[in-house]
Every structure is written in C-alpha cells, then in structure tokens.
C-alpha cells in the first residue's frame, strides 16, 4: 500500500520537496565590467608573453634579407631553414648543446643527491649544532653569487691534484676549463639543502623509527624509505636545477674559456660583437636552447601533479 493510503483521514499531504531555481541571476554593471576587464588583462597578458616567441621562431625561419626589411611581418614571406643550417656548419654549436647538457644533467643529479642527503640529515638526524648548520645554509642564500665568485675561482684555480696541480695546487690549471668548475661549486647547493629539508620534515619520524628497530642503515633508510616519497620534491627540485644549470651564462663564460668547453648560452653571445649580429643564427640557436627546457617542464609535470595527488590521498 502507498503511503497516502496508510496516512489517517484528514492528514495533510507530505510537502512536496522545493523546486530548484533554474534561472540564474543577471550580472550587475559592477559584475559586468569586472569580468570584461579580467578577460581582456588575460587576453593582454597571453598576447605579451605568447608574441615574442612567435615572432622569435618566425624570424629565425626568414633568409638574412627579409630580417631587417620586414622584421614587423610574423608571417615568413620565404621560410628557409638555412639559419639552422648555419648553426652546426658554420660553428660548433653541437659542441655548446652537448656541453650544456652535461653541466645541467650533472647538476640535477648532484643536486638531487647530495641536496637530498644533506636535507635529510637536518631534517631526521639529531647531532650537536643541527641548527647552526641549517643557519649557515641559509646565510649562504643570502649572499650574492657575485661575491663568491673570485673565491670560487682561486679555489678551483689551485685544486690539489687536478689539472696538472701538484700537492699543493700550483703548477697547472687545476678545474678551469672542466666541467667539474661548473659542478663542483654547486654539487649541493643552498637552495637544494633547504627544499629538501623542508620536504623531509613533512615526512612522519615512525617511518625511520621502525627501520632502525629492524636494524637498517641510516643511508638504507633515506634511500629506500624517505627518497621514494620526496619524489614530488625531487621532481620540482630537478626541473628548477635544469633550467638554471641549462640557463647559466656568467659562471661558465668565466670558468669555461676553452672554446670547446662553452655553453649554448655562451656560444649564442658569439653572434652579436661590436660590427653585426647575425640575427637570424642567433633568434635559431635561440629557439633550439629553449626546447630542452619546455620538454623538461612538460614531461615533469605530469609527474609532478601525480605525485602530489597521491601524496594528498595518503
């Protein structure tokens, strides 16, 4: 039977339940105009970040005639690839990618480990003065990269055993012109040590509590346990240790002078002297510099929003 048959005579109906508005309200003036002016900021925004390298990778497919006559036209009367051409027959710029690639890959990989060992002794071990590394660490941050860098250089300069150095780093050129000049001084960067220490201190202490009870290692620990779940950090740390090592111009221009040790930064500077720019080699090599980086940023964000949602639903 129904539930109006049970009911008792004379009791009111059950209320109906209350209908859904399907009609939203109007924007007011105020509404109007702010969703106007956010749309078109957005538009401007895109339009200024987006236009430059449009225009950068039209140029560098025009022929050295059309550069500077129609250097406004986005569009390449005669696309040519000539300009990328030029770049690996008329000079070594294979040798510059290559060099760059292994000063930015080291450096993710040092970095990556180093920093991570490092951030995890502050972060899970418990010795005298803990604190006052971590503060130095962060006094380090602090300091431009300008001031260190004659001593960094002498350092590096007179390197024991290195480069033809003797005992006590005389007599050769000890890293200069290496790429340990380039990795060595950044192997475990400030930067690296306090994001990963942040990192590990979010992780929960009864994880290495219990491994210790079944007799692991400290470094058994930090590599089995804490480093799988920091990959969301590692992989953050990574892209951004890639992009500066890739991106890196002042340091390696004055610890790298051996032609055949430049940089895809410091190789793009050689097109522009004191009486022409090579334009259309330079905005090419431009172009070529910048895809490492873009594939590194995409590929590593998949990774990186994985991560983070499972670690948002532990």
């Given at each position: 039977?129904?539930?109006?048959?049970?009911?008792?005579?004379?009791?009111?109906?059950?209320?109906?339940?209350?209908?859904?508005?399907?009609?939203?309200?109007?924007?007011?003036?105020?509404?109007?105009?702010?969703?106007?002016?956010?749309?078109?900021?957005?538009?401007?925004?895109?339009?200024?970040?987006?236009?430059?390298?449009?225009?950068?990778?039209?140029?560098?497919?025009?022929?050295?005639?059309?550069?500077?006559?129609?250097?406004?036209?986005?569009?390449?009367?005669?696309?040519?690839?000539?300009?990328?051409?030029?770049?690996?027959?008329?000079?070594?710029?294979?040798?510059?990618?290559?060099?760059?690639?292994?000063?930015?890959?080291?450096?993710?990989?040092?970095?990556?480990?180093?920093?991570?060992?490092?951030?995890?002794?502050?972060?899970?071990?418990?010795?005298?003065?803990?604190?006052?590394?971590?503060?130095?660490?962060?006094?380090?941050?602090?300091?431009?990269?300008?001031?260190?860098?004659?001593?960094?250089?002498?350092?590096?300069?007179?390197?024991?055993?290195?480069?033809?150095?003797?005992?006590?780093?005389?007599?050769?050129?000890?890293?200069?012109?290496?790429?340990?000049?380039?990795?060595?001084?950044?192997?475990?960067?400030?930067?690296?040590?306090?994001?990963?220490?942040?990192?590990?201190?979010?992780?929960?202490?009864?994880?290495?509590?219990?491994?210790?009870?079944?007799?692991?290692?400290?470094?058994?620990?930090?590599?089995?346990?804490?480093?799988?779940?920091?990959?969301?950090?590692?992989?953050?740390?990574?892209?951004?240790?890639?992009?500066?090592?890739?991106?890196?111009?002042?340091?390696?221009?004055?610890?790298?002078?051996?032609?055949?040790?430049?940089?895809?930064?410091?190789g793009l500077a050689g097109y522009v002297n004191e009486y022409?720019?090579?334009?259309?080699?330079?905005?090419?090599?431009?172009?070529?510099?910048?895809?490492?980086?873009?594939?590194?940023?995409?590929?590593?964000?998949?990774?990186?929003?994985?991560?983070?949602?499972?670690?948002?639903?532990?």
């Open positions: 039977m129904s539930a109006l048959a049970t009911a008792p005579a004379g009791a009111p109906a059950p209320a109906s339940a209350p209908q859904q508005l399907t009609t939203s309200r109007p924007l007011t003036a105020r509404a109007l105009t702010g969703k106007v002016v956010w749309t078109l900021a957005v538009v401007l925004i895109s339009v200024t970040t987006v236009l430059p390298l449009v225009w950068t990778l039209s140029t560098s497919l025009k022929p050295e005639g059309e550069i500077l006559s129609s250097y406004l036209q986005v569009v390449p009367e005669n696309p040519t690839l000539a300009n990328y051409v030029a770049l690996f027959t008329d000079g070594p710029f294979g040798r510059y990618l290559a060099n760059s690639a292994v000063i930015a890959l080291g450096g993710v990989v040092t970095n990556l480990f180093f920093g991570g060992l490092a951030g995890y002794a502050l972060a899970k071990l418990h010795f005298r003065g803990r604190g006052v590394v971590f503060s130095l660490f962060l006094g380090s941050m602090m300091v431009p990269g300008i001031i260190t860098m004659v001593p960094t250089f002498l350092v590096l300069r007179h390197f024991p055993l290195a480069g033809g150095n003797d005992l006590f780093g005389e007599g050769g050129a000890g890293l200069i012109n290496s790429y340990g000049a380039v990795l060595v001084p950044f192997a475990a960067g400030p930067f690296a040590v306090f994001f990963m220490r942040q990192f590990f201190q979010a992780l929960p202490d009864e994880l290495g509590d219990a491994a210790r009870i079944d007799g692991a290692s400290e470094f058994r620990i930090f590599w089995n346990i804490y480093l799988p779940l920091a990959r969301a950090g590692l992989a953050v740390l990574g892209v951004l240790t890639f992009q500066a090592g890739w991106n890196s111009f002042l340091w390696p221009l004055i610890a790298l002078n051996d032609p055949e040790m430049l940089t895809v930064q410091v022409q720019t090579q334009y259309g080699p330079l905005l090419a090599g431009t172009i070529l510099a910048s895809l490492p980086v873009l594939l590194v940023f995409v590929v590593a964000q998949r990774y990186i929003i994985e991560n983070f949602a499972h670690s948002g639903t532990k």
